[in-house]
Every structure is written in C-alpha cells, then in structure tokens.
C-alpha cells in the first residue's frame, strides 16, 4: 500500500509494465523493480517490465469493504497502448460502480486519454491527471482539459527543468515531486516555486511532496 495524503491508497494493479515514452522514464521506480525482479516465478515482472493484463484483479474494489483511494495501476499506464479499449472501459465501468472508493489515474499517454475521454463516464469519484516532467510534455495539459470531467490534476514527477508558464485553466490539483530515486537529477527550488506562485494566482491546489503523490 502506498501513503496518500487521505491515509494509506491501494495500487490497483490492473495493468503492469509499461514502455519508455520520454523524460523521467528512465527513473521510474517500477523500472527498476522490474530489473530486480526479472527471472522470479509468479512475480508480476518475471518476464521483464513488458505491459501484463491482470483481469482477475478487477474485482478488488469490489472486495475492500471500506472506502478507499486506488491508484489505478500505479507504476504503468491504463492508457498505453498494449491495454485494449474493452479492458479501459470494464475499468471505468467498475470505477463507476464503485462510487465509494476514490481512484486516481495518472497517464503519459495524453492522444490516447483525448480520444477515449469521451467513451468514458467520468463519475464523481475518477480522478484524472496527466505527467508533465518537461516542456515537452505541456501539450498534455491541454489533452487533460479535453476530458469532461472536474477532478484533473497534474503530476509533474519527477521535475526536470523550469516549466515556465503553465495554462492551469480545469486543473484542481498541481503535485511536484523531485527526483529522489534512479538518477536523481537535483531540482532547483526556484522550478518549484515558479509553479507555486502560479498555483496562488489561479487558485489551484499546490502540493510538493518528496515520494510518489499524484493527487
């Protein structure tokens, strides 16, 4: 389990692996879990860190009596490509039906988030956010304004460089985290607080954590 600011969440490992799609990739911490780990008998990473559906574990929610917060296949992407359209969408249907539980979904694959989001229901309690470690990955705040939904948020985990101006129009929650396993590329503090100070003016909720936080 994992430690979220509303108490201790569950990583609903629906999905596990995942592929390199830019910056940060290369620190993520269940890449190098999976390095570890590959070669060990009925460990989810025992053929490498190559994308697995895991559909019996969809009845989890369903089983956890109290309500809860699911990180919704933390550590890979619900919306990678390898994930088949009929699995996102029995996901959500769960989500849904599951309204006393919170999840969260974190996702790189912004295109493909756009072009599912409308598919989709988005109940009260689905939480969306995108990553967003670079520049380069900007375009994915507009790609997460797309989704009709109030609950967005923006994971900028691992922080890489100075983002600059960021439209944060939609977004309910920004989250810093610095990079604090792989290669540990060290943030400077002004990144930070130029993205504070941006969060103040819209009236966004700003949160810099050290670990893993996503909303």
């Not at 990180?71 to 088949?84: E, M, T």
């Amino acid at each position: 389990m994992y430690r979220h600011l509303n108490g201790l969440a569950i990583n609903w490992k629906i999905v596990t692996g995942c592929t390199d799609i830019g910056p940060g990739c290369d620190s993520c911490p269940s890449l190098h879990i999976a390095n570890e780990k590959t070669g060990i008998p009925g460990h989810d990473f025992e053929h490498g860190f190559g994308v697995r559906l895991h559909p019996d574990r969809l009845t989890r929610p369903e089983e956890t009596e109290s309500s809860k917060t699911f990180y919704v296949a933390l550590g890979s992407d619900l919306f990678h490509d390898s994930v088949p359209d009929e699995f996102i969408f029995l996901a959500f249907e769960i989500m849904n039906e599951q309204s006393q539980h919170r999840f969260e979904i974190v996702t790189k694959r912004a295109d493909r988030l756009r072009y599912l989001a409308k598919k989709l229901t988005w109940g009260a309690n689905i939480y969306i956010g995108v990553t967003v470690a670079s520049k380069s990955c900007k375009w994915r705040i507009e790609a997460l304004r797309t989704v009709l939904t109030k609950n967005r948020f923006i994971s900028i985990c691992p922080i890489l460089e100075d983002l600059g101006t960021l439209d944060l129009n939609g977004i309910q929650v920004v989250g810093v985290v610095e990079e604090s396993w792989g290669p540990k590329r060290k943030a400077d503090s002004q990144w930070i607080k130029s993205i504070e100070r941006q969060c103040q003016d819209t009236d966004v909720i700003f949160r810099h954590e050290q670990g893993v936080v996503y909303a």
